[in-house]
């Protein structure tokens, strides 16, 4: 699996494993290339949390030797992100793993790590159960990030990961059910408002909270409740709604 064409240079995948059997899957998306801790460490602070919160839980932390905002680069082939995540770690994840049923594999993060959770969702609504974003980034209507225009490699790739349109795109496809918990306040209100606005506004389903107000990086102050919501966006799911399969 890891001699897929989609394998990335300089990336690795660390996972936090359950003393429970899994019963799901949580990749923990990066906001910072590498190994960066300037925001913290995912899997740290995950540990932190209460063992309600991680029991039977696979906390999967992949990181990509560039700004990892998880998009395929318009005209280069080792630069693709996306199809790395979703066609070499997820599947490789799975496969070490080993369970009989294939758990639910939700996605999680913060600032660029949101933006990424809330494309990855609406773009594969079938690989991916639910998103729980905190201070997701680009839900307001300004310009992007130079990073994110270097690692697209185009405008026209670039339109393709806008995150507002991929929801306004996918809406259909996003089912009835809810799968998506949009956390704030941090740094980013513009965007926890507008994308609250947009999500009611295209009527997808989802649940918005503002009541995690935290330091823009890798806290137990956000986590603790955005993993709460994932919970119950995956109990909803489990009860006959929209549940999706690889």
């Known amino acids: 699996m ?17 003393d429970q ?21 995912s899997l740290t602070e995950i540990a932190r949390l209460p063992a309600q919160l ?12 560039e700004s990892p905002w998880l998009v ?26 080993g369970t009989q049923a294939r758990p639910p594999v939700h996605l999680l993060g913060f600032s660029k790590g949101g933006f990424a959770a809330l494309n990855l969702l609406t773009r594969h609504p079938h690989g991916f159960a639910a998103a729980s974003v905190w201070d997701a980034s680009l839900l307001s209507d300004r310009p992007p990030h130079p990073q994110l225009v270097d690692v697209a490699g185009s405008t026209a790739r670039l339109d393709e990961y806008d995150v507002r ?29 507008a994308g609250h606005q947009l999500l009611e506004t295209l009527r997808i389903p989802h649940h918005a909270y503002r009541n995690a107000p935290a330091d823009h990086r890798w806290d137990t102050a956000w986590l ?23």
């Open 165 to 193: 349109q991929n929801l306004r795109r996918h809406t259909q496809a996003l089912g009835t059910a809810r799968r998506i918990a949009l956390g704030g306040i941090g740094t980013l209100e513009a965007d926890w408002i």
């Open 224 to 246: 603790a409740p955005a993993m709460r919501h994932l919970l119950d966006l995956e109990a909803g799911l489990h009860h006959g709604q929209d549940h999706p399969q690889a």
């Open 54 to 65: 991680r029991d039977a839980t696979a906390f999967v932390a992949p990181t990509f030797r």
């Open 72 to 97: 395929n680069h318009a005209t280069q082939a080792d630069r693709r992100q996306e199809d790395h995540l979703v066609r070499v770690v997820v599947p490789t994840v799975l496969a070490a793993l």
């Open 21 to 41: 059997p899994v019963r799901r899957i949580v990749l923990a998306l990066p906001v910072e290339k590498g190994d960066g801790r300037k925001y913290g460490h």
């Open 2 to 18: 890891l001699d897929s064409p989609f394998q990335q240079p300089g990336t690795q995948v660390t996972v936090l494993l359950p």
